[in-house]
């Protein structure tokens, strides 16, 4: 295989750009490797944010990037959120990414992911990943061949499988805590609560909330999915642009991120956002208008963390009982932070990122404290 580190046009790219580093400084990031294999045309950035915590862990994304700058911000803010939200759940790991630039319906091949299983591979464990946008389990298995740093392959190849159930229970009691913080219970019974989108994990999530009692209307812009649900269950369907101005206690969000903008905002009824879809503020100054309005927020990384919950506990064995019982726990995390917030007068978004802070602020404190001690413990020296 012919692979190098860095293609030349990239090189060229970086040249021109070295604003990087200062990314790179401004942000924390410890290490962005460009990789590039000719024979199967894998052009891909693996992005290392953070191994304080431990290894660097998160997924590939694959997506026909319009331009290298495009796909570089993409991975760096990707890698970055991801230790954030390895450290809100209580994970040993760090924050990593990595993309794939390419159209995933045309573009993959055994190739093309053995290329990148190759690259993985020589980071000897630094850095482990498995899906995200664009990819999907089976196409790791390709890649298992040359790397065994990966994770969420379906069961029969070793794998945790499918991380739907275990993020919907984690959300499901994610929002039990906003309603005791914003209600003063955590029983659900005749909430009134809105699910915007009922893909694998929207579907899941209405399960558990009309199981207790909750009064559920549901949205997608899919009507496989409202088919589904609606022959499984008891709820309400509305247009999706209705979804919003709803006269419900909770908003769940469970499908497209952004969702929490300059338009929708203002029709907001709601007294809670709380739902597992990915980066629901457009901007962190619509988390600030959130809080502004009186509108208790679950950020999103939190409550949404089942999913790395349940890869992470693929390390050493998988355990489907204790994932559970780790993403139930995301309860306990969010009163934590709604804690952080009233402490000291913070929107909820940023009490999370003070609690992550804090917690990785007083890991480096003890392994600095070890080296200057001559401890030696290699897993505590490693700065």
Not at 100 to 116: Q, T, Y
Not at 191 to 220: F, S
Not at 253 to 280: F, R, S
């Amino acid at each position: 295989m012919a692979a190098v580190r860095v293609a030349y046009r990239e090189v060229a790219w970086l040249q021109d750009h070295m604003g990087i580093f200062a990314e790179m400084a401004q942000h924390g990031h410890e290490q962005v490797t460009f990789c590039y294999d000719r024979v199967s045309g894998l052009k891909s950035i693996i992005a290392i944010h953070n191994t304080g915590l431990g290894p660097a862990l998160g997924g590939t994304r694959m997506w026909p990037y319009k331009t290298e700058g495009e796909a570089l911000n993409d991975v760096l803010r990707l890698s970055r959120g991801m230790t954030y939200k390895s450290g809100a759940a209580g994970c040993n790991f760090g924050g990593g990414k990595a993309i794939i630039w390419g159209d995933p319906a045309v573009d993959k091949s055994e190739g093309l992911f053995r290329a990148l299983g190759t690259f993985v591979q020589s980071f000897d464990g630094r850095f482990i990943t498995g899906t995200d946008v664009g990819t999907a389990a089976e196409d790791f298995v390709w890649a298992r061949a040359v790397t065994p740093y990966l994770v969420a392959l379906p069961e029969e190849h070793g794998g945790s499988g499918d991380s739907s159930l275990t993020t919907a229970f984690g959300t499901w009691h994610g929002i039990r805590a906003c309603a005791q913080e914003k209600f003063g219970s955590p029983r659900l019974k005749d909430i009134r609560v809105a699910v915007q989108g009922v893909g694998k994990v929207g579907y899941r999530l209405c399960g558990y909330l009309l199981e207790e009692g909750a009064e559920v209307t549901v949205t997608d812009v899919a009507q496989a999915n409202l088919d589904k649900t609606t022959a499984a269950f008891k709820v309400k369907v509305v247009p999706p642009e209705e979804i919003y101005g709803l006269e419900v206690d909770i908003l769940s969000p469970n499908a497209l991120g952004a969702i929490i903008n300059d338009e929708t905002i203002g029709k907001l009824k709601a007294k809670v956002v709380a739902g597992a879809a990915n980066n629901q503020l457009a901007e962190e100054r619509h988390g600030d208008e959130l809080h502004r309005r009186g509108i208790l927020y679950a950020p999103d990384y939190v409550i949404n963390a089942g999913g790395i919950i349940q890869v992470a506990e693929e390390f050493p064995t998988f355990s489907r009982e204790r994932a559970m019982k780790r993403a139930a726990a995301i309860y306990d995390t969010l009163m934590r932070i709604f804690a952080i917030a009233r402490r000291d007068g913070l929107p909820t978004y940023r009490a999370a990122d003070v609690m992550v802070e804090e917690r990785l602020a007083g890991v480096q404190a003890g392994r600095l404290w070890v080296r200057r001690k001559g401890g030696t413990s290699g897993s505590l020296q490693r700065s």
